[in-house]
């Protein structure tokens, strides 16, 4: 199995900045992609920042110039820093990865959540 564990969310005054971690565990052979997604309330699930399985990035227009989304493969680790926080980013934030896991049968490829972090921006 696979875990992904979340850490760095908390509350923060507008203006300011918070930096999120995923790391994830488990029977890894390899990571496809890696992202990170919110959910305000009553709202759906959104695409924040992500790398695709070619290493690109890509960026919600909202985000774009403040938050700034990096790997560490030697950890199987995952960051979001973001800056310039505003009151409409605060969400639950999700990591979110596609993980070749090696099973009985082999390499399976699955996708896996975190637990999810809040993140509350005051005004």
């Known amino acids: 199995q696979v875990q992904l564990v979340e850490s760095g969310g908390g509350l923060v005054q507008a203006g300011g900045s918070l930096r999120l971690s995923c790391a994830a565990s488990?029977?890894?052979?390899?990571?496809?992609?890696m992202g990170w997604y919110r959910q305000a309330p009553g709202k759906q699930r959104e695409l924040v920042a992500g790398?695709?399985?070619?290493?690109?990035?890509n960026y919600a227009d909202s985000v774009k110039g403040r938050f700034t989304i990096s790997r560490d493969n030697a950890k199987n680790t995952v960051y979001l820093q973001m800056n310039s926080l505003k009151p409409e980013d605060t969400a639950v934030y999700y990591c979110?990865?596609?993980?070749?896991?090696?099973?009985?049968?082999?390499?399976?490829?699955?996708?896996?959540w975190g637990q999810g972090t809040q993140v509350t921006v005051s005004s």
């Open positions: 979110n990865e596609e993980v070749r896991t090696i099973q009985t049968m082999g390499i399976v490829t699955l996708d896996y």
């Open positions: 488990g029977r890894i052979f390899g990571i496809n992609r």
């Open positions: 790398f695709n399985s070619g290493g690109s990035t």
